[in-house]
């Protein structure tokens, strides 16, 4: 299959593009820059030069293609109606350039738009009051295409998707506990975090791509961890105390309301039903086992706020 991918020279996207490569597709990758052209091209896939901004550009590389993954997401956390409108626009032109196709697509999305305080269900509706609910657009636009010959599914990442060079949410309190001398979690540190491999979100998004049936969602999802045990990992292995923080003080210490919220939320998620459908069974180590022989404790990455904008 000849697969166009989007954001494959991202944080999980070049597992993705290996892993289908290695799996006998072959890859053309969107790339607006030429480091990321250069990345893809490393990896053995072909560039599309575009961004997602450039809707035809998008619509020209999903029709020459036998698939379509969607990983790129980008913009200002500070405007999430922005971010919605910019990712729907992107995934309604990969979607025009596949209807009544037949062909998949593919989007990511995240388990951040279920409702929290209890575990999610791939078969449950997303949250509008969510932490991610900016992603919620986006879902929309790529399952009503499932109506128009096309067989859309959605991957909803675990907000952790861990692994070597990672510079996402576990790497913020990594950094935040070494710029304040403590490792941090809000309250009583029981809300629970839903966590995947790289490597093994890259095979669900494989799996997802070859037999995902239309309109379906999916949860990439491996285990669920509570946010107080990676803060006592971390502070472990950084030889630092861990404190308790208060709302108030998760503000400094994460670097503002939203990542405050995102650090204290309890939004679990299950992946049974998706192990189920596809098959997919995550084999590589746990989060909390990445803390450990991982290399999120012996580099620096210059994970900060910034790098999500």
């Known amino acids: 299959m000849h697969v166009f991918v989007t954001g494959g020279s991202g944080l999980t996207g070049p597992s993705v593009v290996a892993h289908l490569i290695d799996a006998g597709h072959t890859v053309t990758g969107l790339a607006r820059s030429d480091a990321a052209a250069a990345r893809l091209t490393g990896l053995g896939a072909a560039v599309h030069r575009g961004s997602l901004d450039d809707l035809d550009s998008l619509r020209r590389g999903a029709q020459r293609a036998d698939g379509v993954v969607h990983m790129a997401f980008g913009g200002s956390f500070d405007d999430p109606e922005g971010l919605a409108r910019r990712d729907s626009a992107a995934i309604d032109a990969l979607g025009h350039g596949l209807a ?8 990511t999305s995240g388990t951040f ?6 575990e999610s269900l791939e078969s449950d509706t997303p949250d509008p009051a969510s932490v ?30 861990h692994g070597p060079g990672d510079y996402g949410f576990i790497p913020m309190m990594i950094e935040s506990a070494r710029t304040s001398g403590f490792s941090g979690y809000v309250g009583e540190g029981a809300n629970r975090w839903p966590a995947v491999h790289r490597l093994d979100a890259a095979a669900l998004f494989r799996l997802a791509l070859e037999q995902a049936p239309a309109g379906t969602a999916l949860h990439g999802v491996a285990e669920n961890v509570t ?7 971390i502070g472990a292995g950084l030889g630092l105390p861990v404190r308790s ?30 192990r189920e459908l596809l098959g997919w069974t995550p084999a590589h ?20 706020a910034d790098r999500w904008t």
Do not use: N, W
């Open 100 to 107: 009544g196709t037949g062909k998949p697509l593919v989007v």
């Open 245 to 274: 923080l208060t709302p108030d003080q998760a503000l400094a210490h994460f670097g503002g309301p939203f990542f405050a919220g995102v650090f204290a939320a309890d939004a679990p998620a299950s992946g049974a039903r998706t």
């Open 132 to 161: 991610a609910s900016f992603r919620i657009p986006g879902e929309q636009v790529c399952l009503s295409y499932a109506a128009r010959g096309v067989r859309s599914s959605v991957v909803r990442l675990a907000p952790t998707v």
């Open 285 to 304: 180590p746990s989060l909390l086992d990445d803390l450990v022989t991982g290399d999120y404790l012996t580099t620096r990455t210059g994970a900060t």
């Open 113 to 118: 738009v279920m409702a929290a305080g209890r």
């Open 227 to 233: 946010l107080r045990s990676v803060a006592e990992r």
